[in-house]
């Protein structure tokens, strides 16, 4: 019997006032604009509801809630419950450039009360968006300060706050941590990627969700952490989804279709290979020059393909905590001994 898939479900609420920029993030990571197109973006009215698959089993249920002032009072008194029961994560946008401080620190304190009374194990995200917009060596004293601010008015949750902006990386750096916090069982895939990682010898590995390209997790051995750029992740997110974008522009298919199935740089200090997964992942790995290496990963990818869509239909990779050791372990072996025999050649 085919196994059959568990849905997990995650409600999330996106709040911030009206013109912070909620709608056009949105539309960036999920709809696969560009910052040019979100010019076009109308304001939100009342709450737009999307369901975003991620990951095969999870499915976020997302509550783009329009910031007009109409709108926050009918979420704070009449739809109160309907709003904030059951959420996971809130996503509130502060506009930095926003001349009513004081007034949107107001709402939010009401916001978190609420989120407080009908869902207080939620995560609470903090985005000071629009960075982009402030003086370069004023950037970092500036969202210090707003984020103390934030912190004050946050009560007893431990917010996570990003500097954010639709014209570079930090967009992605942001969504990738929200994700991060959602997805079931990251710790069993760590740990298979991990095994993955011993088995060819890679630098790094990376899992990209495949329509966003959001980082969901990576490990990195010790050789990957001598790497001075801390922002390559999302900065791959970036280059990634716009050159997939480029693929379908090219080919006229939906950008939403997969595009590729792999492929692969390799330079004279290190190999890069992205590979397809499964239906909703990709899979980057840095791995030491050589065509032994290459091909010895490239075997053991294949390997974990398997494992990687038992995870995507159960939410379990198979017998991984029974057995502590992976397929792409198991398989290994004729890797690793062709890998050797590459070498001696």
């Known amino acids: 019997m085919e196994p059959t898939k568990k849905q997990k479900k995650q409600k999330v609420l996106l709040m911030g006032k009206s013109g912070a920029g909620k ?24 709450v737009e509801h999307s369901r975003v698959k991620f990951l095969g089993n999870l499915t976020l249920n997302l509550w783009d809630c329009g910031g007009q002032d109409v709108f926050n009072e009918s979420y704070l008194t009449t739809q109160r419950e309907y709003i904030f029961s059951e959420v996971a994560v809130l996503i509130y946008v502060f506009d930095i450039e926003s001349r009513e401080f004081e007034r949107d620190f107001i709402t939010y304190g009401k916001i978190i009360k609420a989120l407080q009374e009908y869902a207080p194990s939620a995560v609470v995200f903090c985005l000071v968006h629009k960075m982009d917009l402030v003086q370069h060596d004023l950037r970092e004293r500036i969202f210090d300060e707003r984020v103390a601010f934030i912190r ?55 899992l990209f969700e495949s329509t966003t390209f959001l980082t969901v997790t990576s490990v990195t051995s010790k050789v990957g952490a001598i790497n001075p750029h801390p922002d ?23 950008s939403s279709n997969p595009q590729f199935n792999e492929w ?13 997964l499964t239906a909703s992942t990709y899979v980057l790995v840095v791995v030491p020059p050589g065509e032994a290496d ?36 198991e398989g290994g072996g004729a890797a690793d001994e062709g890998r050797q025999e590459g070498r001696e050649e």
């Open 23 to 46: 709608s056009s993030m949105r539309s960036i990571i999920f709809s696969n604009y560009t910052p040019r197109d979100v010019r076009r973006l109308g304001a939100t009215i009342d």
């Open 152 to 206: 004050e008015k946050s009560g007893n949750f431990d917010i996570h706050p990003y500097a954010t902006s639709i014209w570079d990386q930090t967009l992605y750096k942001a969504w990738g941590g929200i994700v991060h916090t959602l997805v079931p069982n990251l710790h069993i895939i760590e740990n298979y990627l991990r095994q993955l990682a011993d088995v060819t010898d890679a630098e790094e590995i990376i």
């Open 232 to 254: 390559r992740f999302e900065k791959l997110s970036n280059v990634i989804k716009t050159f997939k974008q480029t693929l379908a522009n090219h080919t006229g298919t939906p």
């Open 264 to 276: 692969a740089i390799k330079l004279q200090m290190v190999s890069i290979y992205i590979a397809r």
């Open 294 to 329: 290459f091909n010895c990963l490239r075997v053991n990818v294949q390997i974990a393909k398997a494992d990687f869509v038992k995870l995507d239909l159960t939410g379990e990779l198979p017998g991984r905590e029974r057995r502590g050791s992976s397929a792409a372990a």
